[in-house]
């Protein structure tokens, strides 16, 4: 999480030392802006990990019986993404984007609790607790962009809307569960993304670092086929958070 800090900081220091430097009055790409559709692409790194809700105790019957509350420990994971922008200019001010692209990454976590290497009929006494949830996926976010007027060859905006996940590497129908060292999630994902960026003009092209926060609507956990699994059973919802820097080109 501090990385992203840093990056975040050094994202607003460029673009405000950006704002100050524009002393010249030669505009670029003057027309840019006008067009009803225009395409570009993107470049970009994230960093995620899942946000994980768990339900209160009593309200389950794990077997074998938890000593405590289960509890996953995990850290940040960090992949790429790229893909292609297509815009569709609705308002001087107003744009609807669509961004689709791929983007993987891979998160290794450990299940936290005394009692999860108990005996148990259908547990076949292995002593791992760590899983890795490995994803590829395909991101398709569709998005509002709100941008300010342009001042010299420089233009903030925010965005925000709503995206969609297929994940290439999912194990949603695999028959093997946590017993087996065998951690599943789903398939088909949806989220919502909110973020801020800011444009520069250049002769050619138009360049935009952005920074994006990422967060899942649906839940992402496949339960275990055991009942009362002391992996799956003690998780109310399984949801990916992050955040994105985008560099898009135009």
Request: glycine letters at 6%; hydrophobic letters at 35%.
């Amino acid at each position: 999480m501090k990385r992203i800090i840093y990056l975040i900081s050094i994202f607003f220091l460029f673009a405000t030392g950006s704002v100050y430097a524009q002393k010249e009055k030669i505009e670029y790409l003057p027309n840019f802006d006008k067009r009803t559709l225009h395409f570009g692409y993107y470049l970009g790194m994230n960093s995620f990990n899942y946000n994980v809700d768990y339900k209160s105790p009593g309200s389950y019957s794990p077997i074998p019986p938890l000593d405590k509350e289960l509890s996953l420990s995990m850290d940040n994971a960090y992949g790429f993404n790229i893909g292609f922008v297509v815009d569709l200019r609705l308002h001087k001010n107003i744009n609807l984007r669509l961004e689709p692209g791929l983007m993987s990454n891979s998160l290794t976590f450990n299940f936290l609790n005394a009692n999860i290497e108990s005996e148990n009929p259908d547990y076949n006494g292995t002593t791992n607790t760590e899983r890795t949830v490995t994803g590829t996926y395909l991101h398709i976010p569709l998005l509002f962009k709100f941008s300010t007027d342009r001042l010299n060859n420089i233009r903030p905006y925010v965005l925000g809307g709503a995206s969609y996940d297929y994940n290439f590497s999912s194990n949603e129908d695999n028959s093997l569960d946590n017993f087996d060292s065998q951690f599943r999630t789903t398939t088909h994902n949806f989220m919502y993304e909110v973020g801020l960026g800011m444009e520069f003009y250049f002769y050619f092209f138009k360049f935009s670092p952005s920074i994006r926060g990422i967060f899942a609507i649906n839940d992402q956990l496949v339960r275990d086929s055991h009942p009362g699994s002391p992996w799956t059973d003690p998780i109310d919802s399984f949801g990916v958070r992050g955040v994105y820097l985008n560099l898009t080109f135009e």
